[in-house]
Each structure stands twice: as C-alpha cells, then as structure tokens.
C-alpha cells in the first residue's frame, strides 16, 4: 500500500507520524519504504541520524528526471537502509527546493508515481512524507499515492483549512489520481485542548469525515525519538503513545 500523509499546515506531526507508522510497519514484517519530500529533511534525520548527509538523495532522483541522460540510474539507486531492519529511507535534502521550480515547468508530476511502479514488487508499504505546502512534491506525493492520512491537531484549528485540503484532494483524484483514497484524520496531540477539540471532531464526523482511532496523545517521548533519530517502537516500545501508534497502524488495512 502506498500512502501520503499530507496536509499544507506545517508542525501537524506528518513527519512524526510517517517515522513512527513506518517504523511500526517495518517491525511487523513489511518491507516499508520511507520517501520523504520534504525539503527541511525532519523524517531523513528521524530515521537515518545526522551523522553525515546521505550522498543520493530523492533531489538527485528528481535531478536525473531533468537530465537526459541515456542511462538512467534506477530509483533503488536513492534509496538507503536504515538502522532498522527492513525500513528503507529515500532521503530529502535541501536541493529539493532548487529543483522545484524546473521540474514544475517541465511537467515531471508523473515521474514520481512511474518510479514507484517499478518498485512495486519490492516493498510492501511505502509511507510518504510531505512539505507544509500544496506544491510540485506534495502533489507528485498525491498522484504516487493510494491512501491519504490527514494529522491534524486542535492548535489554532480552522475548519476552512481542512476544507481547503479535502478539496484539493478531491481536486488531484479527479484530475490526476482516481485511486486516491481518504484514508482518515488522525488526531495528533490530543491532550493539549481536549475539549475544543471533542467539538470540532463530532462536527467533523457528523458530516461524515473518517476520523481514525485512537487519537495520539502528546508525549515527551515523541521529542526524545526525535532527539535519537529512533522510532517509538524501538525506543519506548511500552510506552502509552507507542501502544496508540501500534493500535493507529493495525486500524490500517496493510
Ligand atoms: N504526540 C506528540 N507529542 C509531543 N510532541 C509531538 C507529538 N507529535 C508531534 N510532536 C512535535 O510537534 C512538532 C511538529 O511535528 P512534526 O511531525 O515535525 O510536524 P510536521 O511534519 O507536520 O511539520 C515536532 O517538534 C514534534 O516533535
Ligand atoms: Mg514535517
């Protein structure tokens, strides 16, 4: 299953949840890939440390896409192995946003999707992460994808954001991606202002949005993963949030 967890606002926990769900799936025994679109690179670091800058990275993939050259180099070319057996990273780096503008004129927005293709038979699950934006990645993300998760926390909530992006995903599976499918909003952080929060998810649900259970609780230990570039499951694998990740990742179908 391939799977992009999207949405334009930035600090949502799309990077955190795409290491966590990804490291879980691994853990469980599915060859998972980690394609992160990101420029700030927060999922590359998350999972692959800060030692050291990994030499291929998906900007020289989309690089390549530019070029003409006659032997292209294939997409297993960027992908790197992670500490973590069977969790797989195709990293960010900042020259992704040189590279944006270009690879907009030219109309690459398939090439993504084309090079998942033939990678089909090697992973089992591919999580991607996404820019806090709705832009040439974001929706090379969104055409490449089957299933959209939606994180979405109570700070400074506004429904007309989340409207804007259903919309705009309504918009790509129209034009671009008939397979797309909502796969649900998964609450981050929910701790932080239950009781506004308890109101917008009813309204939400009432107008017939899947909002997946349970909802993510903030933790200290989210912050400490980070800090050690390791995934819940391997770091805290008892601890209250790692259990509401592993219940969030079997609500998944794969
Ligand atoms: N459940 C949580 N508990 C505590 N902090 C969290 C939690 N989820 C995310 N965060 C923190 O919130 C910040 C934003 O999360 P991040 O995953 O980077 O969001 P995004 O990728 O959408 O910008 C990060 O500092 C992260 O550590
Ligand atoms: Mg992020």
């Known amino acids: 299953m391939r799977r992009v967890i999207f949405n334009q606002k ?4 799309k990077s955190t949840i795409t290491c ?3 490291a879980i799936s691994a853990h469980e025994g599915l060859r998972t890939l980690v394609i992160d679109l990101d420029s700030q ?3 590359t670091y998350d999972l692959l440390g800060r030692a050291e800058e990994p030499d291929s990275t998906l900007a020289d993939f989309f690089d390549q896409v530019l070029s003409f050259r006659l032997h292209q180099r294939p997409l297993s070319d960027f992908i790197h192995a992670s500490p973590f ?5 195709m990293p960010a780096s ?3 946003e040189e590279l944006r503008g270009k690879l907009e004129s030219r109309y690459k927005i398939y090439k993504l999707r084309e090079a998942l293709d033939e990678l089909a038979d090697d992973y089992d699950a591919v999580y991607m992460d996404t820019p806090p934006a709705l ?3 974001t929706r090379s993300a969104l055409i ?7 994180p ?6 506004s429904r007309h954001a989340l409207y804007d992006l259903l919309d705009a995903l309504m918009e790509i599976r129209e034009d671009h991606n008939p397979e797309l499918t909502i796969e649900g909003i998964i609450v981050n952080q929910y701790n932080a202002r239950a009781n506004v929060l308890r109101k917008a998810v009813d309204e939400l649900e009432s107008e017939g949005h899947s909002i997946l259970r349970p909802y993510i609780t903030a933790s200290v230990k989210v912050k400490e993963a980070h800090d050690r570039a390791t995934p819940l499951i391997h770091l805290a694998p008892r601890h209250k949030v790692t259990g509401q990740y592993r219940e969030l990742f079997s609500a998944l179908d794969g």
């Open 10 to 13: 930035g600090g949502v926990g």
């Open 20 to 22: 966590n769900l990804a």
């Open 41 to 43: 690179a927060n999922t």
């Open 85 to 89: 057996p069977r969790l797989h990273v």
């Open 94 to 96: 900042r020259a992704l």
């Open 135 to 137: 832009n040439f990645y």
């Open 144 to 150: 490449a994808a089957e299933r959209c998760l939606i």
């Open 152 to 157: 979405f926390d109570c700070d400074d909530f």
